[in-house]
């Protein structure tokens, strides 16, 4: 059923959607903001303490998800429980989804990205006997033992440096010669001899019976094997954007990220892509608060034209 036309539709519960419905709503327009399984929080959603956010004391991921969804349900915001499964472009934006279809004059979408999984032999059958994708859910499992980390960005390193204050040895494993994370995690991860580093590396084999024992590493410089025992492996080797919803009309880069112009409005007129579902989105938090406030004033102002 067609419901009644919102001037502004968000899509995504994540960050960059809780602010970008806020903005909207600051506007004094009527917005709907669509939240997959009714939750807020996105990637943030499990992180005990996040860097770089701009606050007077340390703030978890899901503490500042549910006080900008509180702000917003005051502010007006209509919350929608669901997931929207396609947006059709046009002078009115129609919002395809489980359980209705919904209009609307702009969209913002902020559907995000959800983290790769491990392509090697035993890391599915294992997932969560050992392979997880949440240190600040799981790392209090691994007191005293040995974890290995795989990844080399600003996710792998800060949860490895969190997964430090519990496990015996922390393995971190990347693929290049260097991290590409914050400089901060890295020297700290440099500088403790808690953390094994495995560099030009990758798994090929994650061991174990009815629990993750050990996994396989191999030198990608030099072709040689290497077994590393340990409990857990933490999984942190990219993202692949949540665009499924996005029309074959919507521009992707290589890897499936959504492009956008300068402005945040995708090949589609009146739909913006912003946060981690974008092509060339930086992936701090502060970056998807930039470009959401930047969408919500653009279609603010489309709506009042
Ligand atoms: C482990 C980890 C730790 C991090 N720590 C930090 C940190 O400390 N500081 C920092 O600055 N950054 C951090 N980041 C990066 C940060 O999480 C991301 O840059 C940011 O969360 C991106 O927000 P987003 O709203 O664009 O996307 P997401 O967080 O991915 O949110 C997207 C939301 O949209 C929903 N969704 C998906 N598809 C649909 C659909 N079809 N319909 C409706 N809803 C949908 C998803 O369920 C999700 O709730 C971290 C990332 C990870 C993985």
């Not at 499990?46 to 702000?71: F, I, S």
């Not at 992707?252 to 112009?261: E, I, P, S």
């Not at 930086?282 to 004033?297: D, M, S």
Request: one cysteine or more.
């Amino acid at each position: 059923m067609v419901g009644s036309t919102f001037d502004i539709a968000v899509i995504g519960g994540g960050i960059a959607g809780l602010t970008a419905a806020h903005h909207a709503a600051l506007a004094g327009l009527s917005v709907a903001h669509y939240l997959e399984h009714g939750l807020p929080g996105g990637l943030v959603m499990n992180v005990g303490a996040l860097d770089g956010w701009p606050a007077t004391n340390a703030v978890a991921g899901a503490e500042l998800a549910a006080g900008l969804q509180a702000q917003n349900e005051e502010l007006g915001v209509t919350l929608v429980p669901s997931r929207v499964d396609a947006v059709e472009g046009g002078a009115v934006k129609v919002l395809c989804g489980p359980d209705g279809t919904w209009r609307a004059r702009q969209v913002i979408v902020a559907s995000g990205a959800a983290l790769k999984t491990l392509d090697a032999p035993g890391a599915e059958r294992l997932a969560g006997r050992g392979v997880s994708q949440c240190a600040w859910c799981d790392g209090g499992l691994y007191r005293g033992a040995g974890v290995v980390v795989v990844g080399g960005g600003d996710a792998a390193l800060s949860e490895a440096l969190h997964l430090g204050q519990f496990a015996g040895s922390v393995t971190v494993v990347t693929r290049g010669d260097m991290f590409r994370a914050r400089r901060s995690y890295v020297t700290r991860i440099a500088g403790d001899e808690r953390y094994q580093l495995r560099w030009a590396s990758e798994i090929t084999e994650v061991l174990g019976g009815d629990a993750v024992e050990a996994v396989r590493l191999r030198d990608r410089e030099t072709g040689s094997e290497e077994v590393v025992a340990c409990r857990g492996l933490f999984v942190f080797v990219g993202l692949v954007p949540n665009a499924g919803l996005l029309g074959a009309e919507v521009a992707r880069d290589a890897a499936g990220f959504v492009v956008t112009d300068a402005h945040f409005e995708t090949a589609l007129p009146g739909v913006f892509a912003i946060g981690a579902i974008r092509s060339g989105y930086g992936g701090r938090l502060t970056q998807a608060v930039a470009e959401a406030t930047t969408a919500a004033e653009l279609a603010a102002a489309r709506c009042e034209a």
